[in-house]
């Protein structure tokens, strides 16, 4: 692998070399630590969601309902590169970092868009992965860390972006990959494992930040002599999925991150019967030890393919006449979650759903535990359809949450089910476990797919919701300013909402449909929107099950782009 000086794609056509030990204005990197991260400052944007608890929200007010329809593009980034794009920029004083496809990690000036240095890693000859995406780095001290296609993590110097340490983690070749952005914890790197249609055995692993040794491994499944080792027949917990693809919640009191896991595998659940934990779940590891402290399964011995990997938002709801500290988790299964948060528990509060549901009957009122509808469950040798699809009520996109309005905003995708029908498969290593075939239809009349949906979390309802002919794919990002600013649809266009009534106040059409992660940050005074274009993966994907469905043929362009606007003077 080499750093390779990177220049003629910027917008300003600059040449910029390596980076010296020194910012090319003179200024140095500002040191990224424990104290930032839990305490970020307003302009700055330090790791995937800005904030450990997961809110996607920035505090910086410049940007209004009442200007924001003078915001334009101040510049842009093509990243070279086409499959889709995902990252979002993390900003640090005047250093950028963004994320692509391949495993590429660029270093921007985030005023001038002036490329600083570029990392290009080098892939194993023959690698195949689902996913070809990345969603993002980390920061940490004066390092910027990648979690790789080929199930390594890699420390850059965040000035020159020369390799520290480069730490396999897995075996590429038995399934196992990483797309997900790492979470840095207390000189701990925390990283999940992708795979989970491959017969993997998912897992979180700390590494020591500075040397690159592992610290810990909790794996999502256990084996049989651990607790919940029962839940899984014979030697199925070897293979049987729960991977961890998204970046973790952490809560500095409790010490403990909060992660989702996936589908088990293969789909079927009568072809490994039992709960299967901690598969579908969150649960709660130790970030000094890797301990399990709590799980809460969101539906046992799942075919659906609804992976619960998004993980839960940190924030305190009120609910009859208490204010409970909470995870809150918009689930792929439907279902909008409420649990609560304690040192050695995840506890069951409230769970509604959000899109139309028809695969469960009932939610225990105590336990949260879901009761199952037989004709809408699929398995072995039986055809059966359900909603929401197999990519859920919202796939892995984040939702947001702002503490001015105290309302969540959820990007949903409504009146798509799907059919599923199992059969049966050997476990080979690094091949398809998936043991079955699908197909994704409209429900009839239906009028729309996508949504942005607005949820009051204390009273427990919905609050408005703007329709979209497409799918929405669109990461969330909300602020002080009273807005809300997502894209995600097929048409290319990157919008403001009123985060009070979701009127949409600015939009912008882009270079590419968009489902990257958009963030907001300062310098020198002026505040900036930051996102990156580029669809493809899951968003192509269901927009071509869509597609096939109706009889038509969408076109959305692709390439990915860093798009960045402030308003204009």
């Not at 929200?57 to 200007?67: C, E, F, R, V």
């Not at 998936?434 to 009839?444: N, P």
């Amino acid at each position: 692998m080499r750093i390779v000086p990177f220049a003629l794609i910027a917008a300003t056509l600059t040449v910029a070399g390596p980076l010296p030990a020194r910012a090319q204005d003179g200024g140095e990197y500002p040191t990224v630590t424990r104290e930032r991260l839990e305490d970020p400052g307003p302009g700055d944007w330090l790791m995937y969601r800005r904030t450990y608890d997961g809110w996607g929200y920035s505090p910086l007010d410049q940007i209004t309902k009442a200007n924001v329809a003078r915001l334009e593009p101040v510049w842009s980034l093509s990243t070279g590169l086409r499959p889709g794009h995902e990252s979002p920029p993390l900003v640090n004083g005047r250093f950028m970092f963004l994320t692509t496809p391949r495993n590429n990690v660029i270093a921007v000036d985030a005023r001038t868009g002036d490329i600083l240095w570029r990392y290009t890693r080098q892939l194993p000859d023959g690698l195949t992965h689902g996913h070809p995406t990345n969603r993002g780095p980390a920061l940490y001290e004066d390092r910027v860390y990648l979690a790789t296609v080929d199930a390594n993590v890699v420390a850059l110097d965040a000035a020159t972006g020369d390799v520290a340490w480069d730490q396999s983690v897995e075996d590429h070749r038995r399934g196992y990959y990483m797309t997900m952005a790492p979470l840095a914890v207390d000189g701990k790197v925390m990283a999940g494992v992708s795979g989970g249609e491959r017969g993997i055995r998912g897992f979180v692993v700390a590494l020591d930040a500075r040397s690159g040794a592992e610290a810990w491994k909790a794996y999502s499944i256990p084996s049989p002599d651990q607790p919940g080792g029962d839940t899984w027949p014979g030697d199925s917990w070897r293979t049987g999925g729960a991977p961890i693809w998204l970046t973790g919640t952490y809560d500095p009191e409790l010490n403990l991150t909060y992660w989702g896991t996936g589908n088990p595998g293969p789909w079927m659940g009568d072809q490994r019967s039992g709960d299967n934990l901690y598969t579908n779940s969150v649960i709660a590891v130790d970030a000094a030890t890797g301990d399990l402290r709590g799980y809460h399964q969101y539906h046992w011995n799942g075919s659906w393919d609804w992976d619960e990997v998004d993980p839960p938002i940190l924030v305190d709801v009120r609910r009859g006449g208490r204010t409970h500290a909470a995870l809150v988790h918009p689930g792929r299964n439907g279902y909008l979650w409420i649990l609560g948060r304690a040192a050695d528990a995840i506890t069951f509060i409230d769970a509604e759903p959000y899109v139309h549901q028809n695969a469960f009957t009932r939610i225990d009122p105590q336990t949260g535990r879901p009761e199952y509808d037989p004709e809408h469950t699929p398995g072995t040798g039986v055809r059966a359809s359900f909603c929401p699809s197999l990519w859920g009520g919202k796939n892995w996109p984040p939702a947001a949450y702002n503490p001015g309005t105290r309302y969540l905003y959820i990007p949903a995708n409504e009146n798509l089910c799907s059919i599923i029908e199992g059969r049966e498969v050997e476990y080979e290593p690094g091949s398809s476990f998936v043991g079955a075939s699908s197909q994704t239809y409209l429900l009839e009349g239906a009028d729309h797919v996508g949504e942005l949906q607005a949820w009051d979390l204390d009273a427990g309802e919905q609050v408005w919701v703007q329709e979209f002919d497409s799918p929405n794919w669109g990461p969330v990002l909300t602020t002080a300013g009273g807005l809300v600013f997502s894209g995600g649809t097929n048409d290319r266009y990157f919008r403001a909402f009123d985060a009070d009534t979701g009127e949409i106040l600015w939009q912008q059409r882009t270079s590419s449909g968009i489902i990257g992660v958009p963030v907001s940050y300062m310098i020198d005074g002026v505040q900036y929107i930051a996102v990156q274009a580029g669809w493809g993966i899951d968003a192509q994907r269901m927009q071509g099950a869509i597609d096939r469905s109706v009889g038509q043929t969408t076109h959305v362009p692709q390439g990915g782009a860093l798009w960045v606007f402030a308003l204009r003077q």
